[in-house]
């Protein structure tokens, strides 16, 4: 298993990177983060393999962020991870692991960089953005 996506099939973006990722041909290990939660290992090993922190990872629409009181700046980063291990959808998403890095692909084309194979094309995203034309190059 070479790529793991950390996945919400209820985003969007998510999605479009899951299309992404099998059109190159790769069959990803999908890890539904909101079933299974996150454990601190976990989530900072993510954070540090991404070059990401908490506060870059936190996601601060369509999350209860701002009811928690997480937007406000003081909020420290073990505070930030707490609620993210209490509230996995506080974390920004996909997130994909691979062979060649891993990141938080937002937006969705970012995982391509990842990919050792781009998917042919025509590829679009669910709004119908091309991202790879009918030669195989990439839009953009």
Request: charged content about 25%; some cysteine; glycine content about 8%.
């Amino acid at each position: 298993m070479s790529v793991v996506i950390h996945h919400n099939p209820d985003c969007g973006t998510s999605r479009n990177v899951l299309a992404i990722i099998k059109a190159s041909g790769e069959m990803p290990m999908v890890i539904e983060y909101l079933e299974t939660g996150w454990t601190r290992p976990q989530l900072l090993g993510l954070f540090a393999a991404a070059g990401l922190t908490p506060r870059t990872a936190l996601r601060t629409t369509k999350s209860p962020a701002e009811e928690l009181g997480l937007l406000d700046p003081a909020v420290d980063e073990e505070t930030l991870n707490a609620a993210m291990l209490e509230h996995p959808v506080l974390v920004n998403r996909p997130i994909v692991c691979a062979p060649k890095g891993v990141r938080l692909c937002r937006p969705s084309e970012t995982v391509l960089d990842l990919l050792d194979r781009s998917p042919p094309g025509p590829l679009s995203k669910e709004d119908g953005t091309l991202l790879i034309d009918t030669e195989g190059r990439r839009i953009g």
